[in-house]
């Protein structure tokens, strides 16, 4: 048996227990900087948008004998504007100038043929408006939009409004820290960036469901029983959840970041590396914010209610009375962990099925 199983199985007992509900105030401030940072970097450096949304003509140059700076230079005298080019890992010269005349782009290719020593035919170039940019953005927002009505629906009718709070929290929170790294970073946003921005919703929504699926097998009939309180149930639920998360997180992102190598080092900058970077971002927030954030802001709204306050209440006068109990005889007070085994073990027992007695069975 691994370790890694041998981990999941005590946490899933509540053998040991990370307290992450209980220490929500660490995971805010880390999300806090986070978020911050992501936010700082969009004010300030904004997006590097595309040529698809910003608009713009395009010319890709394969073969080309000519440096970045030769091509640079005879683009930028021919339009008088700022050009961006870069170097596929294919080799391909890209070229990419302000919006020019179909007149203008045939003499610019003409011009790259010649400095960049081949034929003008071999230049594929094209003149993209900043209208089609627009009408995906458009398109994207109306799919989101759509997208965050439907979960709230759902997540309201299958669990309750305050789980679908929290999947909200997390989902912004997994959409800004993605956006704000391509700020920060500089990576161009595409159409597929904001396909894999979409893509990234359903992978994080998938992680907190799961969470909270457990959560809500824990805190089933819990205002019946005085020995856990709802937080306490919430952070059993995350422990036990923990290494499945993990896992298909791992899972999920290796074949991701094979095809951010592939397209990085091998196949040059793509649509596949696009959509790969947003997914790979996404994803690592995802599981964080299943983790460190949805499940903490569950519990804080959950805990606020009456019910969960008076449940809160009868557990600490019990756990009170318990410990002047064993205080007066000497006994070792059980620790939070302990009572956790003891009741999650009382559930599994219950749980399996009990043996007929042999007097009792029928006969063939």
Same mark, same amino acid.
């Given at each position: 048996?691994?370790?890694?199983?041998?981990?999941?199985?005590?946490?899933?007992?509540?053998?040991?227990?990370?307290?992450?509900?209980?220490?929500?105030?660490?995971?805010?401030?880390?999300?806090?900087?986070?978020?911050?940072?992501?936010?700082?970097?969009?004010?300030?450096?904004?997006?590097?948008?595309?040529?698809?949304?910003k608009g713009g003509a395009d010319f890709s140059l394969p073969s080309a004998t000519c440096s970045v700076e030769e091509a640079r230079t005879v683009s930028e005298d021919a339009t008088g504007a700022q050009t961006i080019v870069t170097i596929t890992g294919s080799?391909?010269?890209?070229?990419? !100038?302000?919006?020019?005349?179909?007149?203008?782009?045939?003499?610019?290719?003409?011009?790259?043929?010649?400095?960049?020593?081949?034929?003008?035919?071999?230049?594929?170039?094209?003149?993209?408006?900043?209208?089609?940019?627009?009408?995906?953005?458009a398109k994207a927002l109306q799919g989101l939009v759509v997208f965050l009505l439907l979960v709230t629906l759902f997540l309201t009718l299958y669990f309750e409004w305050r789980m679908a709070?929290?999947?909200?929290?997390?989902?912004?929170?997994?959409?800004?820290?993605?956006?704000?790294?391509?700020?920060?970073?500089?990576?161009?946003?595409?159409?597929?960036?904001?396909?894999?921005?979409? !893509?990234?919703?359903?992978?994080?929504?998938?992680?907190?469901?799961?969470?909270f699926d457990k959560v809500k097998e824990n805190t089933r009939g819990i205002t019946g029983q005085s020995v856990l309180t709802y937080n306490e149930s919430a952070n059993l639920a995350v422990n036990q959840t923990l290494v499945r998360s993990i896992n298909t997180s791992i899972v999920a992102l290796l074949p991701v970041l094979s095809i951010i190598f592939v397209g990085a080092f091998l196949l040059g900058a793509?649509?596949?590396?696009?959509?790969?970077?947003?997914?790979?971002?996404?994803?690592?927030?995802? !599981?964080?914010?299943?983790?460190?954030?949805? !499940?903490?802001?569950?519990?804080?709204?959950?805990?606020?209610?009456p019910e969960m306050k008076a449940l809160a209440t009868r557990v600490n006068a019990r756990r009170s009375q318990a410990q002047k109990k064993s205080a007066d005889l000497g006994e070792e007070v059980p620790s939070v962990d302990q009572l956790v085994t003891a009741r999650t073990q009382n559930a599994v027992d219950r749980a399996q099925p009990r043996k007929v007695p042999r007097s009792k069975r029928k006969k063939s």
């Open positions: 048996m691994s370790k890694l199983t041998v981990i999941g199985q005590r946490l899933y007992r509540g053998d040991v227990s990370i307290n992450f509900v209980g220490r929500w105030k660490t995971w805010y401030v880390i999300s806090g900087i986070i978020l911050l940072i992501s936010v700082g970097a969009l004010l300030g450096r904004g997006l590097n948008l595309g040529i698809e949304f080799g391909t010269v890209r070229v990419q !100038t302000e919006t020019l005349t179909p007149e203008a782009s045939s003499v610019l290719a003409g011009q790259l043929a010649d400095a960049c020593g081949i034929s003008k035919d071999d230049i594929k170039y094209q003149v993209v408006g900043p209208t089609w940019g627009a009408e995906i953005s709070v929290a999947a909200l929290v997390a989902l912004a929170h997994d959409l800004l820290i993605t956006i704000g790294v391509y700020a920060l970073i500089g990576l161009e946003v595409t159409p597929a960036t904001v396909i894999g921005l979409l !893509t990234i919703l359903g992978y994080s929504l998938y992680d907190t469901v799961v969470v793509g649509t596949l590396l696009d959509l790969a970077v947003a997914l790979a971002i996404g994803m690592a927030a995802g !599981t964080y914010s299943s983790i460190f954030v949805a !499940t903490p802001v569950l519990a804080q709204l959950k805990s606020a209610t």
